[in-house]
T-cell receptor, first 111, second 114 residues
């Protein structure tokens, strides 16, 4: 298996623009997680899905953030409009038990 | 409030010697603990885990020890190799927070000197 796949790997955008991050989980995994890593807060959970259904989105910082999982093999995290403080590395992870497997991350820079 | 703490931000060890990375947690309900390794520009990679019913789990050069009474776990790497140089995160889950809520420490940067 190729592992968790994320795209793009790097994204540079201007403040106010819409940003969409994509994730393909490992086949057979039934849970998917979106994390954000910053120097100040470390790794923080934004939202997770179980069997494509959002279970806990309490970590989503604001209404500007939204996530979807239309099927078992694809998820998106959207930021609209983006702000400079959203600059971070965003990780997607998937699991079928208590071990989480992470993708390589998307480094987002909002100018 | 940080429920999982790694108080040493960095550690340097000579190649061939033992590396010991430490982690403390505050929630006595946690019942599953994991260690992840992270290289720059990559996602965290799962290394080893331990359930609270055990006090030791070993996988090759990596051993995790759990001391429930002290709410402390440690990762031992023996012998340390230059390729082990990375940031190591411990994580914990369980109890009322649920199995899906995984709490991470802030990481310890290990440098293995050749």
């Amino acid at each position: 298996d190729a592992g968790v796949i994320q795209s793009p790997r790097h994204e540079v955008t201007e403040m106010g623009q819409e940003v969409t991050l994509r994730c393909k989980p490992i086949s057979g995994h039934n849970s998917l997680f979106w994390y954000r890593q910053t120097m100040m807060r470390g790794l923080e959970l934004l939202i997770y899905f179980n069997n494509n259904v959002p279970i806990d989105d309490s970590g989503m910082p604001e209404d500007r953030f939204s996530a979807k999982m239309p099927n078992a093999s694809f998820s998106t995290l959207k930021i609209q409009p983006s702000e400079p403080r959203d600059s971070a590395v965003y990780f997607c992870a998937s699991s079928y038990d208590r071990v989480r497997f992470f993708g390589p991350g998307t480094r987002l820079t909002v100018l | 409030d940080q429920q999982v703490k790694q108080n040493s931000p960095s550690l340097s060890v000579q190649e061939g010697r033992i590396s010991i990375l430490n982690c403390d947690y505050t929630n006595s309900m946690f019942d599953y603990f994991l260690w992840y390794k992270k290289y720059p520009a990559e996602g965290p990679t799962f290394l080893i885990s331990i359930s609270s019913i055990k006090d030791k789990n070993e996988d090759g050069r990596f051993t995790v020890f759990l001391n429930k009474s002290a709410k402390h776990l440690s990762l031992h790497i023996v012998p340390s190799q230059p390729g082990d140089s990375a940031v190591y995160f411990c994580a914990a889950s369980g109890g009322r927070t649920g199995a899906n809520n995984l709490f991470f420490g802030t990481g310890t940067r290990l440098t293995v000197i050749p």
